[in-house]
């Protein structure tokens, strides 16, 4: 059983509602913002490889084959917001769920995935929309085995 599920999709909502994170974009942009993250330096997880899921898929999702990750966007969630909760599978490891390492994880994305474009940095705004709607709903999150983002990332892209 994946133990905190439904309370961080919760507090995903409460942090992100409204935001341009929840903006649905072209599948492109999207997997090339994942691609980005995964091209950094930084990034301490296995390689991703960003597919389209079925058409009839309701969810996004991130699942290992072999020694990679590959995160399939549903059509209805091509999403920042969605591209770092499936990246943060990748980075906590697919098993690790929804547990506080996931939660880890989840922040050290948002925080890497929301910098990319350096004319449109957040620096640390959605990471602590996160962060305080996890303890909100009562969330811990872990220690992280990999190394902390740095705080300068990357060259321009368009979000």
């Given at each position: ?27 492109d942009e999207v997997a090339d913002a994942i691609e980005r993250v995964v091209s950094l330096p930084w990034w301490p997880g296995a390689d991703v490889r960003v597919t389209r ?107």
């Amino acid at each position: 059983m994946d133990c905190g599920r439904a309370e961080v999709y919760a507090a995903e909502a409460a942090a992100f509602e409204g935001t341009d994170l929840e903006t649905i974009r072209p599948f492109d942009e999207v997997a090339d913002a994942i691609e980005r993250v995964v091209s950094l330096p930084w990034w301490p997880g296995a390689d991703v490889r960003v597919t389209r899921a079925r058409r009839d898929a309701r969810s996004s999702s991130a699942r290992s084959e072999g020694d990679r990750a590959v995160i399939r966007l549903a059509s209805d969630q091509t999403t920042m917001a969605t591209a770092a909760h499936e990246l943060a599978h990748a980075l906590a490891g697919p098993a690790a769920g929804h547990a506080p390492v996931f939660l880890a994880a989840y922040l050290d994305v948002i925080a890497v995935i929301t910098n990319l474009d350096v004319s449109d940095r957040r620096r640390h705004l959605h990471v602590e929309q996160l962060r305080r709607a996890l303890e909100d709903a009562g969330l811990t999150v872990g220690a992280r085995p990999w190394p902390a983002p740095p705080d300068s990332i990357g060259a321009p892209i368009a979000l």
